[in-house]
């Protein structure tokens, strides 16, 4: 048992950190926030140039023959600048689901344009209505047509459709049982999005998909067999959140404490009152406790070994620990943290949006209550 | 990183279960809770110090293991889970030991180590007075040198353990001019020392949880100081921080949690979403609060005294033995009230048993509150208040 991070890995932690003070201010943040496609190109393309799209694919793809959890570790660092633009669904949701079901082929024609960073990617699959993550909640269509297949509904919260070059659709290709991950061209004009607006001024879409043709040789992975790679894809997702939420909520605790030491009130700061100190006390044992169950949860999806319980308990707790985290933070930085003129917002809006995303803690309590056999 | 277990660890973690369930089977005891600190049982004591588990940690030169503090707590959790009667060797193997070691002569380690080591040496602690809390250092009970000896008179209050301990690990005030902090030290003290008296204090689940100790002209050699003399209270900092390190802390009721997922399936109370819900969020927080407490072993493992480490494992952990009893309670619904010994009580009377006796949890050791001061100043250093 080894908690620490590799000095490899601690490495990368620096770099990225370094490099992310450097280009991810939180005046660029605000401007991408306001953009319309909620990324620059040219970090984009620096980030390619430093090896992380590629991080964690195989050489030959042109990637860096890294694991999980050294993306996790980046994910990290992400999460504390509140980095914007679609490196989690054209790493996590997408390409990491290419390299894990896709044919060779499918790999050789996408993974090297997303790790060069020329394509990105994003991933459909949630839908209108109460989602839960469940098969029976897919009911977007595709239909088999001369070969091909015509794809038809409406898919919700599809992150980053508006820049994407390609997207993976899962679609419902028998009306039980059957479920189909395609690869699809987002530019394809019978695509049809409207960019939401979102608390965490990321580039969430509602997407209709207005009689779509995909060709047969699109199908990523087995056809009408596409759900287990979808949970696989959840579990993945769910975790490079824990880990994008770890970062963010690590800073939030540096920050609040740095307030707590500077803010003075009745001629001493704050920070010396027990009480504030107490509530420092309390976010620092859910950060830590977070980072724990968060890593645990990812070393053992880097390891290939079954997990389903521990990510659950991740994202769960995560999700709890997050919000009892900003309700202190917030309470301790006063009235400036609750305005746009300090930067705590940034992370209280991300958080929130984190901890929905990929399922939310009643959503994993659940999945423990079953992994309990209760 | 590496969360897993080595092939060694695994098969020592076996090899533990085996021996408990034999025990079990054998029907020498039965899994309770709060047996780390209340289950006393010299036999049982005795064969796992025949096994080699106390001391696992120590020097191989005082009959210890020298074995990892992943083995330790390894070994502790196993105990813990199966709910197994080592009040008689907990506070020697855990701290004083270890004090011992840390701080104690040559002497000290020859004479105490290898009988703590063969289960023959049981021992209370005597930190708290009854003025003396949180507050450690205000503490009362006075030694005064005479000779070759020194002379204690005063009280110890909340030691559990204390009618089997042989011996207490005591820290009494030797210069009343220095600041408080710089005149405290430690002693092992005989328990059959003329003038050492105890009297039995019953908490609220109605057991005999601790003593008051009394020493009235209690005659100590001075070899029997453990460590400088007026150190004591930097001594006392760091078994604290031993103290309040292990998974004792979480899984103090282990057998309670257990029971009660067992009788949530059994009635089918499991398949109630807020039940449901409920047992799922304890389990939660039992694995977070189990990889807080491993980390607190790595700690100690590079070499570290883990301070605020453990004082933030212990503050979690207490929050969840409390959690834990009050969703059994409500799991239980009035069935919960039923004592032991009374017709129709559920689960052995374990439910009534935590509910009450986690209110205390969060007290001993280091309340909450002083355990939140540590974090505050040693975790983030904010200024003193």
Known sequence: MKLTLTEEQEMLKKTARDFLVDKCSKKFVKQMEESETGYSRELWQEMAE??????????????????????????????????PGPFFSAVVLAGLSILDIGSEEQKQEYLPKLIRGEKILTLALTEPGYHNYDASSVIVEATRNDGNYIIKGTKLFVPDVHIADYLLCVARTKPKNGITIFLADAKNPRIKYTVLKTIAGDKLCEVVFDQMPVPKANILGRLNQGWSAVQKIIQRAAVGKCCEMVGNIQRVLEMTVDYAKERKQFDRPIGSFQVIQHYCADMATDVDSARFSTYQAAWMLSEGLPCTKEVAIAKAWIGEASQRVFALAHQIHGAIGVTVEHDLHYYTRRAKAAELAFGDANFYREIVAREMGL | MDFSFTEEQNKFRQELRNFLEEEIKKGY??????????????????????????????????GGQGRSHIDRLILTEEMLRYGAPAACHWFGDRQVGGAI????????????????????????????????GSDLASLQTRAVEDGDYYVINGQKTWTSCASFSQYFDVYVRTDPEA????????????????????????????????????????????????????????QVLHQLDYERSGMERLMGNYPLFEAIIQFAKENKLSQEPAIRNKLAQLQIEFEVGRLLIYRVALVMEEGRAPNWESAMSKAYSTEFEKHLAGVAMEVLG???????????????????????????????AGTTEILKNILAARRLGLPSS
Not at chain 2, 115 to 122: D, L, V
Not at chain 2, 355 to 364: A, I, P, R
């Open chain 1, 50 to 83: 430093l090896g992380w799209m590629g991080l964690a694919f195989p050489g030959k793809y042109g990637g860096g023959d890294m694991s999980f959890l050294d993306l996790a570790v980046l994910l990290e660092e992400m999460g504390r600048a509140c980095l």
């Open chain 2, 29 to 62: 005891w039965e899994p309770t809770c709060d047996a780390w600190v209340q289950g006393f049982d010299p036999g049982f004591t005795k064969r796992v110090a025949q096994r080699g588990w106390i001391g696992l940690t120590w020097p191989k030169e005082y």
């Open chain 2, 101 to 132: 070691l840390s701080f104690g002569s040559e002497e000290l380690k020859k004479e105490f180590l290898p009988r703590i080591i063969k289960g023959e040496a049981y021992f209370g602690l005597g930190m708290s007075e009854p003025g003396t």
């Open chain 2, 179 to 234: 600041p408080r902090h710089r005149g405290i030290s430690e002693f092992i003290i005989d328990a059959q020392s003329p003038g050492v008296s105890r009297i039995p204090m019953i908490d609220i689940t109605g057991t005999e949880a601790w003593n008051d100790v009394f020493f009235d002209n209690v005659r100590v050699h001075k070899k029997y100081l453990v460590g400088e003399k007026n150190r004591g209270f930097y």
């Open chain 2, 334 to 364: 009035s069935y919960g009230q039923l004592m032991v010994g009374s017709k129709l009580v559920p689960l052995r009377g374990m439910a009534l048993h935590s509910y009450l006796g986690s209110k205390g949890y969060s007290l001993q």
